[in-house]
């Protein structure tokens, strides 16, 4: 296959975890005979201080000129305690995801058998977990009219779907149940909510045309605490914009290490593959942060390509680094740490 992949490595260790990712995809591209055409291209804080917007139109017409985008991680401490800036990297990452129509964010949550002591809870609680987030990416609270009136005195951001919206999110919840335990749990705050009722609505009026698939709908409030008490209970959780980023910052600690887990956004043609952690700023440059994430965000990225073959081998060299102790300091427990680009080199030359 040939491929033409734009390469967004954005802020803080984003081009480092990205040079290991492109360098296993590299691997893989050799051992399975494809060609990768990789396309850099800026974003993020980079991208301000280079062009003096996040998200320059450059950018976008290599993402959709490409079959997919290789994202790393944007956001700089500068912008974090300046409420008055005008342009912020988090902006740029928006309008990405608003103008390529990435409106499913797949952020899957899953053990790693050599990691299960290393997570905060308790080995019994989460053995067996395997569960999926579609996180609605382009709509809700996110991208609804927001503002100031009386004064500055008031703010408000407004929430907002509609039905073509939820549906056809859901519908990718339904078709990935399928290929699952056909469970799949609507989460929502109907009780409060009008979009969470249009949300529960919809969904129950398409449960008809997915006659296996089990469906529940649980409130966000319940589901964060459920999600720590047994998350080996859950399947495939589909949910809006906001509810979506925090129970998935929760989820991800389940596996034991920010530094592992994936994520893919999916909407009508091109899909963005990511770590789900952020730019890790005080790690930057520093050879230490954790490349595995972005690693397996290619790896989603080939199997969305129908490359199920090449996903899996670079899955196998990573619970093979996992199991050796080829790892970075915060899975090192205090034993030997590999640096970032080691750890590439490693998974590169074993995949
Ligand atoms: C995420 C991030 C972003 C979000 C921020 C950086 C805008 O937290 O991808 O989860 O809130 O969506
Ligand atoms: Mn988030």
């Not at 596996?255 to 890790?280: N, Q, R, V």
């Not at 790892?327 to 490693?346: F, H, I, M, N, Q």
Request: with cysteine; proline share 5%; glycine share 8%.
């Amino acid at each position: 296959m040939k491929l033409n992949i734009a390469v967004l490595a954005g802020d803080g260790i984003g081009p480092e975890v990205i040079d290991q990712a492109v360098k296993v995809a590299d691997a893989i591209a050799t051992k399975f005979k494809h060609e990768i055409n990789w396309k850099p291209a800026l974003t993020g804080a980079a991208a301000i201080d280079a062009v003096g917007e996040p998200y320059p139109d450059e950018t976008h017409e290599i993402c959709v000129a490409s079959d997919a985008v290789l994202f790393g991680a944007i956001g700089h401490p500068r912008f974090d305690n300046d409420p008055s800036a005008k342009v912020r990297p988090e902006q740029g990452l928006l309008k990405m995801r608003k103008k390529l129509g990435l409106f499913a964010n797949v952020r899957p949550t899953f053990t790693f058998p050599s990691l299960l002591d290393k997570s905060p809870l308790k080995r019994e609680r989460i053995e067996g977990t395997d569960l999926v987030f579609l996180r609605e990416l382009t709509g809700g609270i996110y991208f609804g009219e927001k503002g100031r009136r009386d004064a500055g005195e008031t703010a408000f951001d407004n929430c907002v779907y509609t039905r073509a919206e939820v549906t056809r999110l859901a519908k990718k919840g339904f078709e990935l149940a399928m290929t699952r335990s056909k469970k799949l749990c609507c989460v929502d705050k109907a009780n409060v909510l009008e979009t969470s009722r249009l949300w529960r609505e919809t969904v129950q009026a398409m449960e008809k045309d997915y006659p296996e698939v089990t469906v529940s709908y649980e409130f966000v409030d319940a589901v964060a605490m459920r999600l720590v008490q047994w998350p080996n209970s859950y399947d495939v959780l589909i949910t809006e914009n906001l509810f979506g980023d925090i129970l998935t910052d929760e989820a991800s600690v389940i596996s034991g290490s920010m530094g592992l887990m994936p994520s893919a956004s999916l909407g009508k043609s091109i899909g963005l593959f990511e770590p789900i952690h952020g730019s890790y700023p005080q790690a930057t440059g520093l050879n230490i942060a954790n490349p595995m994430a972005t690693v397996l965000s290619a790896a989603m990225m080939f199997e969305n390509f129908g490359l199920q073959q090449e996903g899996q081998a670079i899955r196998n060299a990573v619970n093979t680094a996992l199991d050796k102790g080829i790892v970075t300091e915060d899975l090192a427990d205090g034993g030997t740490a590999y640096g970032t680009k080691e750890v590439g080199d490693w998974l590169a030359a074993n995949v």
